[in-house]
């Protein structure tokens, strides 16, 4: 009785080796793809129909919780950008990514007539108008989808409360 299963249980043990090489051989070339940086925050906002260009060049570090969507990242310095408005960024960004829209998203101003009004959300039509909004608190504020197709580069702040020092940069 015992022989009998031994001699049965062989074949199951054949494919235990065969699955533990596959596991092996998948772990290994995981290491060696270099998964942990492959993905970047500009595939995470691609996969939820947002424009990368949302979020400037040079974010060193990124963390995203794949389950509720809250996700945050992090740059060397401050920096602003250029799009129709200025928009400054914090070197930490928070926020929720869910399908075309970012909520409760901290770390981004935007330059509204001299004013700086935080960014609290950002949102994308659906189907797609052509237009992005960003819920300054204030308003409702729409620019072309277009103006965000690529990841604008970021000069390091110079002074946000100057407009002066700031056109100078410009
Ligand atoms: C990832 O790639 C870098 C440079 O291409 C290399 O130095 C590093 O060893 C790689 N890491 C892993 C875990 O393969
Ligand atoms: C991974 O990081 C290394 C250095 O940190 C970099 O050279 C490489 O280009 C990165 N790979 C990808 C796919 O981003
Ligand atoms: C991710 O979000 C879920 C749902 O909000 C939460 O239960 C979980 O603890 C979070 N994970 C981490 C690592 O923060």
């Not at 960004?93 to 959300?121: C, D, H, N, R």
Request: net charge negative; hydrophobic share 40%; with cysteine.
């Amino acid at each position: 009785m015992a022989m009998a299963s031994g001699v049965s249980n062989s074949p199951s043990n054949f494919h235990l080796l065969l699955l533990l090489l596959l596991v092996l051989s998948v772990s290994w070339l995981c290491t060696f793809a270099n998964g942990s940086n492959s993905t970047t925050i500009y595939d995470e906002l691609r996969a939820k129909g947002l424009p990368v260009g949302l979020l400037p060049k040079g974010i060193t570090r990124y963390e995203i919780n794949g389950t509720s969507g809250e996700f945050q990242v992090w740059m060397k310095e401050p920096c602003n950008a250029r799009f129709e408005n200025e928009v400054h960024y914090d070197p930490n960004i928070k926020g929720t990514l869910g399908y075309g829209k970012i909520k409760g998203l901290s770390g981004m101003t935007a330059q509204e007539l001299f004013l700086w009004f935080p960014v609290k959300g950002i949102r994308v039509d659906l189907p797609s108008s052509g237009l992005i909004h960003f819920d300054v608190g204030v308003a409702d504020k729409q620019f072309s989808l277009s103006l965000f197709e690529d990841p604008p580069d970021c000069n390091p702040e110079v002074d946000a409360d100057s407009d002066d020092v700031l056109r100078a940069v410009w």
